[in-house]
């Protein structure tokens, strides 16, 4: 139940523009929301491809770390020669002004550069450092994906909470406030224009009497 409003042109005229500021913000927010939903099915989809892609990865991974074992030994003391990731860089794009993470990769540690000597390895090895360098770049994209998915999800929910207030509770208040001022202005105006009718009568009986 709205709380009714002094029943004047004036606060008509502030609630019309209450409502229909409150009618453009919810097709706004519905927009905004629809959008949000697609960019993040988009990236469902894509999320799922590379899970396809990540999952034959390790498997070739480590099907290529089995061969070198074999044929090179452990690799132990090898794998230490590899350096720590530390070329990830993050920035972010905007949709709907939600802040979605960008993370890219530094071109000098990625396969094309080994990090261990050659004379005590062999081919093997390079398939290994290969394998597990395209793991880490799809784990780094599906890293992003994921990240950009729960945010997305969270900005729909907080949209969709907004979205909801307005059409269920905001805009059914504020048209019930202008139907109730309006009622009670027409109301007024009825009674005046009968006021005045009585008033004009009792004048004519007045100038007929003398």
């Known amino acids: 139940m709205a ?6 042109k004036g606060n008509l005229m502030n609630t019309k523009k ?3 500021l409150a009618r453009v913000g919810y097709e706004l927010l519905d927009r905004k929301r629809n959008i949000l939903i697609r960019e993040m099915m988009t990236l469902i989809d894509h999320a799922n491809a590379i899970q396809e892609k990540i999952d034959g990865a390790y498997e070739d991974a480590y099907l290529a770390l089995q061969r070198a074992n074999i044929t090179n030994g452990f690799c132990e003391d ?4 590899v350096p720590v990731e530390e070329g990830l860089k993050l ?4 949709v709907m002004g939600v802040e979605i993470p960008v993370l890219t990769m530094d071109d000098q ?9 050659m004379r005590a390895t062999n081919s093997a090895i390079d398939n290994v450092y290969i394998h597990f360098t395209k793991v880490k770049e799809l784990t780094v994209e599906l890293a992003e994906i994921e990240n950009s998915v729960y945010r997305l999800a969270d900005a729909i929910k907080k949209t969709q909470k907004r979205a909801n207030a307005l059409k269920n509770i905001m805009i059914p208040r504020f048209e019930e406030t202008v139907k109730f001022i309006t009622d009670a202005l027409d109301e007024k105006d009825r009674e005046e224009f009968s006021r005045l009718k009585v008033i004009k009568r009792k004048k004519l ?4 009497n003398g």
């Open 109 to 117: 540690q990625s396969a094309r550069y080994l990090h261990y000597g």
């Open 3 to 8: 709380v009714q409003a002094v029943p004047t």
């Open 18 to 20: 209450s409502l229909t």
């Open 91 to 94: 920035d972010f794009r905007s």
């Open 78 to 81: 090898i794998a230490k020669a």
């Open 205 to 208: 009986r007045e100038s007929a």
